[in-house]
């Protein structure tokens, strides 16, 4: 890595080609959204437009860019939750009742996957702001209930995956080893 520069993008408004002009030049993007959650009667709108269809606008720009290589996406834990049998737990159905977060997410790492770029699938635990306190504990795809983990924590992971070959096409769960 270079250099690393941060530019403005808005995934809902927008266009692909706006957001590929953008990013003409740089060989890799980062992807971590979030939605508003300042409107409780939106949060369904906002979670689509943001985690689903933004993330997917910026996967489609990636590409149209002709320079973008590799997208490291940060997702969270149980975001294949259905597909694992933990629809019903308490974590998940708290997670997704934020404007079906989860759903959303879960179709952006979808298209992802089936866009033939090199990625990165990031899934973080509980975020917390503090520094990191327990050591960085990574686990396979669809293994991860629950945890905590520095936001510090997350960004190492994701810098790191922009240049490990073992992290490409992979989906990578990360919390913080618990410390008493």
Known sequence: LNAVEFKHINVVEDSVDDMASVMEGADALVIAT??????????????HAVENVGTCKLVDAAKASGTVKKIVLV?????????????????????????????????AEHYLRASGMDYTIVRPGELKSKRPKGELTIHAEDTVRAGEISRDLVADVCVASLTDARASNKVLEIIEKQTN
């Open 34 to 47: 979030g939605f508003p959650l300042d409107n409780p009667l939106n949060m369904n709108i906002a979670a």
């Open 75 to 107: 997702s969270c834990i149980l975001t294949n939750g259905r597909n694992w049998g933990q629809e019903s737990s308490v974590a998940f159905v708290f997670s997704n009742s934020f404007g079906r977060v989860l759903d959303e997410k879960s179709e």
